[in-house]
């Protein structure tokens, strides 16, 4: 039970990795068919989104949506909408692909372009990064520095404690902020869970609140992730049968996404519902480099 003295450290931010999953997986599996627009489902994830942040968020409703380059150019008018909505908008890859399978001139032009797409079409300066699948692994300092060339900030390494993270930052030769998305060793030490994505969806909501109770407790403030398929209750973001003609181990990619954007969808609501009352709003990440002192 958490006493009221404990109450005002319960803050997160809350992110969303804004991206086009139908399109990304047709294109990962070299499909022939360009997919569908999924607009009105992804407009539909947004409002619900939105509603949830109603719900809870009383003081601040704003938060960072991680979108692609590819939204920028299927879906201008829902980036239009977000930045609106007062919301920031922060780069997720020009394609949803692996950074660590780039060389650095690959990373750096291909997020300089996506930087560019996500900008002229928000007309905001986007500040922040989070690499596609988390594709970055921290000592990987060659491929951090393109990313430091384009950005002030990245989202896509893990810590566990404030300790864990002042051991890199202190080997760390980049110039970054970087505002980690934690993981916490629950069941094993060997099983890390992460705060937010599929941890959320593939088990018990007190697995992933536990990692968050624990982050707060090493010194680290949480960054929970979650994605428009996650609070979309349908199943039209799945990519169709045609749509993955030509592509690799067809059929096990047909049945396999509904992992990420059809099974569980339902209690995802309940899920985050739970979180999103527990754990108050601290808002847009890029508020957080108005902070000289503390980035954790």
Not at 15 to 28: A, G, I, K, M, N
Not at 127 to 152: C, H, M, T, W
Not at 181 to 190: D, F, L, M, R
Request: glycine share 4%; hydrophobic share 35%; charged share 25%.
């Amino acid at each position: 039970m958490v006493n009221e003295n404990e109450v005002a450290k319960l803050a997160v931010h809350y992110t969303v990795d804004l991206e086009d999953f139908t399109y990304d997986l047709c294109r990962s599996l070299d499909s022939n068919i360009l997919p569908k627009l999924r607009t009105d489902s992804l407009f539909e994830s947004y409002h619900n989104i939105l509603n949830l942040l109603s719900l809870f968020q009383e003081n601040i409703s704003n938060i960072t949506f991680f979108c692609t380059g590819v939204m920028a150019d299927r879906y201008p008018d829902l980036i239009k909408l977000i930045v609106s909505d007062g919301h920031e908008i922060a780069c997720h890859g020009n394609f949803h692909d692996d950074i660590y399978g780039m060389t650095t001139k690959e990373v750096r032009d291909s997020l300089s372009e996506a930087k560019d797409k996500l900008s002229n079409i928000s007309g905001m300066e986007i500040k922040g990064f989070r690499a596609p699948k988390f594709s970055i692994n921290k000592n990987d300092y060659a491929r951090l520095q393109a990313i430091s060339e384009v950005f002030e900030y990245d989202s896509s390494l893990h810590f566990q404690s404030k300790q864990d993270y002042q051991s890199w930052r202190n080997n760390c030769t980049v110039d970054i902020k970087e505002f980690p998305v934690p993981y916490q060793s629950i069941i094993s030490s060997k099983f890390m869970i992460k705060t937010g994505g599929s941890y959320l969806k593939l088990f018990p909501k007190s697995v992933v609140r536990t990692a968050i109770h624990k982050t707060i407790k090493n010194n680290i403030t949480p960054i929970i992730y979650f994605h428009p398929y996650d609070l979309y209750y349908g199943y039209d973001m799945l990519a169709s049968w045609n749509e993955l003609k030509g592509a690799s181990s067809k059929l096990y990619w047909y049945i396999r996404q509904t992992q990420w954007a059809g099974a569980f969808n339902w209690s995802q609501k309940n899920k985050l519902k739970s979180i999103f009352k527990e754990f108050k709003n601290l808002g847009r990440l890029d508020k957080r480099l108005l902070n000289k002192h503390n980035h954790l």
